[in-house]
């Protein structure tokens, strides 16, 4: 029993007559037929007899006649009918014809409930369908589509496929191509991820050909993640392995010269390249010597060559448009961006744009490949880089043409340009699976977005219209922390399914599991150790362990899918305006770039941007105020750098707002502003208590981004904890970690005001936290913490060590976090570094703290550097003391400062020094903290009421008698 679908969308009706279908797909043929009393099977074997015999047209006819008779057949006749048919009509070139007959039958065909050589047949027709997307070069991402739907349907009915003759491998036929096709759309990791599968399969069957194209592939990815080194061992380990074709060899030499003009040495890259091309010439190869002759052009152009670069590149072209018939290629588009990078290198700017239009005129619609003030529509764009290679090329040509002949014309259209490259680069990233393929794009586009700031400042600075400046704020807030929101987002649709715990459960413990093989395959890559190749094979069988679970769960929950696939409204300006007080508060959001900082100064009325220049200097200059920060010591580097960056990060603000909201960028994330000093100094004294610190004159958070603040803030209205706080304090000391003597008094003193649970020592355990957090409105972490910016998701928090436990029993890991909803107003975490980790622009820190914030939580008290546990303990009671008066956060953490360096007798000039008390920052949601219950005080005076109560009634009472 199977059943079809006219067209997608449309409600499934059982089974359709055949004759409907074919009356769709040959409406002359279906109209002509006449019952025949040949079996389908013997007119499939004629069909393919007369395939072999080359009789093309009577091989079609045939087929033809088998699909219209398996109308009365099981599906399975039906689909392999439909297979050989669209055999014959690639034969007879009618390639359109024969992608048109796949599609129409996939889309009829639901693979629910068919039989296993339903799934069979179902299964070739989607890796036909997958290799006519990916040998025409029509459209990759619609080849990844369907060579993923042909993996999925080959494990669904793995058993069935391999008891066949010559059973299908798919290590050998879909992991290669899909690998090669996530490396062209940018996705690198889950590229690796497909190419480590087919070089394990190769080795294991010994096939040393196979070995060198699964470390072809690897190098190009190597490569376009910027990692020549890896890619240059890659190809050389490709060098050394013997006994194989030249033509299989090619691709590793020219792949080696590309490479090896990355990084400068264009001889090597020039010899490799000619020795490629031979040997693809050799054997008669066109296809592979157009990319090839491409390549050698980049190396001329590279040396400024730009006459033997033009010839190369015509010669590419020549080959590749002969070779294909057709300009609409992704291999004709490559051509025709090099040749746009040429032009722009000679400055000719205008021919530069030209160039590219050609480019997008080969792989969108719809487009003059002449007129390049022709823009293209966002809704023909895929997930296809060369697109975004294109469009970000124009826009530099666009800019840098108006600079040339000073004509406000061109700046628009680069404009356009760049907003059409965000639009491309949200395509991307959704099309993107793995989060370190999105952490890539994101610092890509991060480069990219200075250029689209500066052409609306320049237009704003011709036109006077502030639209330009609102378009500058949004562009440099779309990339913000754009991939912890799809983090949010997609654990909250998980929760929102409605699934049933233990499902919700297996896929918490499958993802872990993803995780945790992941990062014991990167340990042992750094390593170099023997087992790395089992160990990332391990790592690829979790991710199709976890990919084939999320799908299953897909289809049996739509309101999963629906969810999961949500993509976040980045906040407009009016929007982030609505989300500051009335109560003189101002955002500032930065943006870092190589050659300017942008800041956009908001209040809840007015907009003011500022562009200061800044060169190499300014990250030095934080670079060097961050030392400062963690060395007392060095008192004369501090004042200067806190100065000095006081200048150029607050001084230019507009508004005197004694409430700052800061949304930083890049490096910017590991400067706590308080620190500041808002005037020069003489150093000398060692009286940090004197020092103009900005914390006496404002009062600061932090957030990561405007869009993300405002989903915080709308996810804090909906958590009801049932109760009010949890404190930790599991380190007692044990010879390796310091005993951390005052954590017993931080928390103790929080639940003497408010109540709650605390747990001490072996009552602390990382089992118990996971279980049970999700029921707090408060938690204080008091603990050891330790960030690895070498691997940010091992970064820990360390929990009670009972004897003979593993690190992960009693290490809090970053991807522990992710599978948490806690519902938690705030977390305060008194631990070391819990703000700290690995940079990636435009991202931000990949911190302990961005676990919390993902893990539900929508405000949160981190630390910046190890700080000290003695000036912590005071600077977290006064902290709690101000929020038990009804402060905001914000404000608590503020006035606990202040308290700490002006009132606190305890501390000397020398423990003022920022490192004691700056570290602590607050990010997120600043509202006060409403506990749930009553404070001391509160219990005191509802005690006395309660006396006062009896008296009265007491009183009472001896008077009515």
């Known amino acids: 029993m199977f059943s079809f679908s006219l067209l997608p969308g449309l409600p499934r009706v059982g089974i359709i007559p055949m004759s409907w279908v074919l009356l769709l797909l040959f409406p002359a043929q279906a109209h002509a037929w006449q019952p025949r009393h040949v079996s389908i099977d013997t007119l499939l074997k004629e069909t393919e007899y007369l395939l072999d015999k080359g009789m093309y047209e009577q091989a079609q006819a045939k087929a033809l006649a088998a699909v219209r008779q398996s109308r009365t057949q099981a599906v399975e006749k039906w689909l392999e009918s439909t297979f050989w048919l669209h055999e014959t009509q690639l034969y007879l070139g009618q390639a359109t014809a024969a992608i048109q007959l796949l599609d129409s039958t996939l889309k009829a065909v639901d693979a629910e409930g068919l039989s296993p050589a339903a799934l069979y047949q179902l299964r070739r027709l989607y890796y036909q369908q997958a290799y006519n997307f990916f040998d025409t070069g029509i459209s990759y991402s619609q080849a990844r589509d369907y060579f993923l739907k042909t993996l999925e349907l080959y494990q669904q009915n793995e058993a069935f496929e391999q008891n066949r003759p010559n059973p299908f491998q798919a290590e050998e036929h879909i992991h290669l191509p899909l690998g090669g096709i996530f490396t062209r759309m940018g996705d690198y990791s889950r590229a690796l991820h497909h190419l480590n599968l087919y070089k394990s399969w190769a080795v294991g069957q010994k096939k040393q050909a196979a070995i060198i194209e699964a470390l072809s592939e690897i190098g190009i990815v190597y490569k376009e993640q910027g990692k020549y080194e890896k890619a240059m061992d890659t190809y050389r380990e490709a060098l050394g392995i013997k006994g194989v074709p030249d033509s299989v060899m090619a691709y590793v030499w020219v792949n080696l010269a590309n490479a090896e003009r990355e990084m400068g040495q264009y001889a090597a890259a020039i010899r490799h390249a000619r020795q490629g091309i031979a040997a693809f010439e050799r054997n008669r190869k066109p296809e592979a010597t157009s990319g090839s002759y491409n390549i050698l052009g980049d190396v001329y152009r590279d040396q400024g060559a730009y006459q033997q670069a033009q010839a190369q590149y015509e010669k590419a072209l020549q080959i590749a448009l002969a070779t294909y018939g057709s300009p609409h290629r992704r291999e004709v588009a490559e051509v025709y961006i090099s040749k746009g990078k040429a032009a722009m290198q000679q400055g000719l700017y205008r021919q530069a744009a030209r160039e590219y239009q050609q480019a997008l005129y080969c792989v969108l619609k719809g487009i003059s490949?002449?007129?390049a003030y022709q823009h293209p529509s966002g809704e023909t764009f895929?997930?296809?880089?060369?697109?975004?290679?294109?469009l970000y090329g124009q826009a530099q040509a666009f800019f840098r043409t108006y600079q040339q002949e000073k004509k406000i014309d061109p700046l628009?259209?680069?404009?356009?340009?760049?907003?059409?490259?965000?639009?491309?680069e949200d395509s991307l990233r959704q099309s993107y699976t793995y989060e370190s393929s999105k952490l890539h794009l994101g610092r890509e586009s991060h480069r990219r977005t200075e250029g689209a700031l500066e052409?609306?400042?320049?237009?704003?600075?011709?036109?006077?219209?502030?639209?330009?400046?609102?378009?500058?704020?949004?562009?440099?807030?779309?990339?913000?922390?754009?991939?912890?929101?799809?983090?949010?987002?997609?654990a909250e649709a998980i929760y929102l399914s409605g699934l049933p715990p233990s499902l919700m459960a297996e896929e918490q413990l499958l993802k872990k599991q993803l995780v945790q093989s992941r990062q014991a395959a990167r340990l042992a890559e750094l390593g170099q150790a023997e087992?790395?190749?089992q160990l990332l094979l391990q790592a690829d069988e979790a991710y199709t362990a976890y990919t084939r679970f999320f799908a299953q769960l897909t289809r049996r929950y739509p309101s999963l899918a629906r969810l999961s696939g949500y993509q976040p409204q980045r906040i407009s300006l009016q929007q982030a305006q609505a989300l500051l007080p009335p109560d003189s508060s101002s955002m500032v959001a930065y943006f870092a770039g190589e050659r300017s900082l942008f800041i956009f100064e908001l209040t809840p009325s007015r907009f003011f941007t500022h562009q200061i220049p800044c060169d190499a200097h300014f990250p030095q200059l934080i670079r060097q105020f961050q030392q400062a920060l963690r060395s007392p010591q060095a008192e004369k580097g501090y004042a200067e750098t806190a100065y000095a960056l006081y200048q150029l990060l607050v001084e230019p603000l507009q508004a005197a707002s004694p409430y700052l909201l800061v949304i930083p960028d890049g490096l910017l994330g590991y400067v706590p502003f308080d620190a500041l000093l808002t005037r020069r100094v003489t150093p000398g004294q060692y009286n940090y208590k004197s020092y103009p610190y900005l914390l006496f004159?404002?009062?600061?958070?932090?957030?990561?981004?405007?869009?993300?603040l405002q989903e915080l803030s709308a996810r804090k209205m909906s958590q009801k904890a049932p109760k009010s706080f949890l404190g930790i304090a599991p380190v007692d000391g044990d010879g390796q970690l310091a005993r951390l003597k005052y954590s017993e008094q931080e928390i103790g003193f929080v639940r003497a005001h408010w109540g709650g649970d605390t747990l001490l020592r072996n009552h602390a355990t990382k089992q118990w936290f996971l279980e049970h957090a999700q029921e707090y409105r408060m938690i204080h972490i008091s603990s050891h913490a330790r960030t690895l910016d070498s691997f940010p998701e091992r970064s820990h928090i360390y929990f009670w060590k009972g004897e003979n436990m593993d690190e992960q029993d009693y290490l809090l890991y970053l991807y522990d976090l992710y599978s948490l909803q806690l519902q938690a107003a705030m977390v305060v975490l008194s631990a070391c570094e819990t703000g700290d980790g690995q940079l990636y622009e435009g991202e931000g820190i990949m911190s302990l703290g961005r676990g919390f914030i993902l893990a539900g939580c929508p405000s949160l008290l981190k630390t910046l550097w190890s700080v000290n546990h003695f000036s912590t303990t005071r600077i977290m009671q006064a902290f709690y003391e101000e929020i038990f008066s009804g402060k905001r956060k914000d404000q608590a953490l503020r006035q606990a400062k202040r308290r700490y360096l002006l009132k606190d007798e305890g501390i000397d000039k020398a423990m003022a020094h920022p490192y004691y008390w700056a570290a602590y920052t607050p990010i997120g949601d600043m509202e006060p903290v409403e506990a749930g219950g009553l404070p001391a005080v509160g219990w005191l005076l509802l005690a006395l009421c309660g006396l006062g109560a009896a008296a009265v009634f007491y009183w009472w009472s001896k008077q009515k008698r």
């Open 369 to 371: 490949p002449k007129d």
């Open 382 to 390: 895929y997930a296809e880089p060369l697109i975004l290679d294109a």
């Open 412 to 424: 628009k259209h680069s404009l356009q340009c760049h907003l059409l490259v965000a639009q491309m």
């Open 455 to 490: 052409v609306c400042y320049e237009l704003f600075r011709l036109s006077g219209d502030s639209t330009y400046l609102r378009q500058a704020f949004a562009l440099a807030e779309r990339n913000k922390a754009a991939v912890l929101l799809e983090s949010i987002k997609e």
């Open 531 to 533: 087992d790395y190749e």
């Open 697 to 708: 004159e404002r009062t600061i958070s932090y957030a990561y981004s405007a869009t993300l």
